[in-house]
């Protein structure tokens, strides 16, 4: 149980507040309300915080004590220490894979990033039919992925397809979009950027909306254009928000899109589309190699992990420099 | 002790007390339905489980509602005669994750189907319950041996057959006939095959259709090929890879040259549906199964198609694959004796209904060979038969044809890549059977388990 003493450490310890020792009767009452308002927030918080407990804490602590047994998808485990490691690095279509995704994520977190800056500073002022416009853009997003590739699949088959036919009319012969290793994972790109740039432009949209207008009135009376508005307004008080975006997205590009691969590609043609989170999932569910998938999903963990931190310490957190 | 007021002097509640109350509810409503997933209820008294996807019906589509009305009327009797009761459990893509994930949390099915592809990892796993102490000899004998061999271990029985689907190639008629060929056309060896494509593709005629995605079935289809010039890819009862051969290379090499001359496309047409791509002109000749006869009887009963059995090369003899699924019990199930003498039951028996049982799945719920010469012989007589694709599948397709291969995922992938890298990235058969080969021989050396020859 707290007391008076441990509460001090809590609100009254901010500058300028009264300390608890001091506020004799008063500041007991107020360190009751506290406890109570604590307790009240915890309430809150718990069914979220079992929710997360149960289904993802849980799960991600078993999944690493997973990756280091033999489990042969029958109910027998064996310890193997970290010989689903050490298989991991020997393997080379885990290899490639993991090539295939660095080389994914190169391309589309550049991608999402710019597609979705640039969609939101297109809409981002008021003209007639903008709202139809964002919602037109972000529509994708509320749209099952499933269907999105089987929509796209039937839009890129070869020869007689949608898109096939129109490049025809031009006299431009269309190459085999997802039959073709050469096309295959360029063509998922598109339309993974296609599908999630509504989300990341909704996400700077709402960056935009919080900075302030006199800021711009200010520049356009001193003469700004429009790239230096942006390079020294825009760009600036967004970093915040780019750095939320870059964190999300790189998490996102790499371990999502699994339903867009299974049923547009199945990894194919000749594996140019199995990512690492299709070469885990094919481990697991196709190969009945739960431990070795697992293996593979921690290692995913820890880059993100080191991602993460390398990004928050490079921004100090996403306030960057100049909101200190 | 009196409870606290729930509401502040003024009569009112306070909004902290409001809160508390209101987060307290939502936890305390939220708790039970979170945990109440952890509870496992007792399995005691419970009917046993059959997985399958055929019922109950998920949509009202005739054949798909004769199908279930099969499975349901099996299991309907099952469960009139017999204490342990059974109940269907639709279960899509049953092959694979859902099955998968089951068996490996403890929770597999009692009852479930299985195809040759999958079931070698489950013969390993020792999760099968043997059927052959539940069945006489006599109905052993009646299954085809070739197929049922698959299932089998020694001259034990694991899983039960409900079905022979051999493949064949289909043909459009009125493709042909637009591209002034005829009858005597039909392709009988390879040559004729790359050379009949070609004259179709030249005359604005769909192409030669093999799958192309790169998955279980693909490796399926292709192995007849391959069996058809004395390729194999496992021999001396699993002991060593005998992928790295000619008969694997020209095979690898005719689907190579089938994309390369731009006579097989890349994705198979209209979302890989034959009747679609015949209809439409999309396709002239296409590689498939038994099945698509009752695929072109529900969606285009009148379009004129044929059916032959897969060209030889030369020097080469006449080969194709038998697929189908198969009733299998769980040997970890809740009451594996009972699951496994119902999957006998169903499929095994040898007094009229039972095989009057499995005939009519073969003819009436499908368009199959029957698994077991008694059925057949009862299907051919009810004239399951009788129609000039059902009887060439018969009569000229299914004596020729092996039963689908039992390789664990590591040689599927071998030869997935394989055939993957020569069909659409380019690659050498040769190099590409050599690659395979190391790969199997690689794994053979430290295989344990079923024979896979």
Known sequence: ?324 | MPPPPLSSPGGHPSRRHFLGLSAALTGAVALPSVLSGCGDASASSRPLQFWNFYAPAPNEDPATMARAAWMQDTVDLWNAENDQQIELVYAPVLGSEKLATAFSAGEGPDIFLISPGDIARYLNGDVLAELTPHMTQEAVDDFFADNLATRMIGDRVYALPMEIEPLALFYSRPAFEQAGLSEGDLPATWEDLLSVSDRLVAAGQGGLVFPTAQDYYQNFVWYPWMWQGGGEVVVDSGARSAFDSAGAVDALRLWKDGVDLGLTPRVPPASNDIVISFSEGYASIWQSGIWSIQDFERKAPDFDYGVIPLPVPDGGESATVLGGWAFAANALGSNPDEAARFCAWALGSMDDDGIARVANWCIDSKRDISPRRSSLEYGSQAGGYDSEHMRMFRDEIFPTGRGEPRYPPVIYKAVSDAIQSCQLAGGDPEDQAATAAQAIDAYLTTYEGVDLA
């Open chain 1, 1 to 324: 149980m707290s007391t008076p003493t441990t509460s001090a450490t809590e609100p009254a310890s901010r500058p300028g507040a009264p300390r608890a020792t001091d506020a004799g009767p008063t500041g007991g009452a107020r360190s009751a309300r506290a406890r109570r308002e604590r307790r009240a927030a915890y309430l809150f918080m718990a069914p979220n915080l079992i929710g997360l407990t149960i289904f993802v804490a849980i799960p991600m602590l078993l999944s690493i004590v997973l990756a280091f047994f033999r489990v042969d998808g029958f109910g027998g485990y064996d310890f193997v220490g970290f010989a689903n490691f050490e298989r991991m690095f020997a393997d080379p279509y885990f290899l490639s894979s993991l090539g295939r995704t660095l080389l994914y994520l190169l391309v589309m977190v550049p991608g999402l990033f710019l597609s979705g800056l640039g969609l939101a500073l297109l809409v981002r002022n008021k003209f007639p039919l903008v709202g139809l416009f964002r919602t037109a853009l972000f529509a994708p997003n509320v749209v099952s992925l499933v269907v999105v590739a089987l929509i796209w699949q039937f839009l890129l088959t070869d020869d007689v397809g949608f898109i096939a036919r129109l490049l025809d009319r031009v006299g431009l012969t269309a190459p085999s979009w997802l039959g073709d290793p050469a096309f295959a994972l360029p063509t998922v790109m598109v339309i993974t950027i296609w599908f999630s740039m509504g989300y990341y432009m909704l996400i700077f949209l709402a960056g935009l909306q919080d900075i302030p207008r006199e800021y711009y009135e200010v520049a356009s009376i001193d003469g700004a254009g429009p790239w230096t508005t942006f390079r020294n307004i825009t760009w600036p008080l967004l970093k915040p928000t780019s750095f939320f975006i870059l964190l999300t997205s790189t998490i996102a590009v790499m371990t999502g899109g699994l339903d867009l691969l299974v049923i547009l590609t199945g990894g194919g043609p000749a594996n140019s589309t199995t990512l690492v989170i299709y070469y885990v999932y094919q481990q697991a569910f196709v190969y009945g190699e739960f431990g070795y998938a697992a293996a593979i999903g921690s290692f995913l963990v820890v880059i993100l992990l080191a991602w993460s931190a390398l990004l928050f310490a490079l921004t100090k957190g996403g306030r960057f420099t100049h909101a200190q």
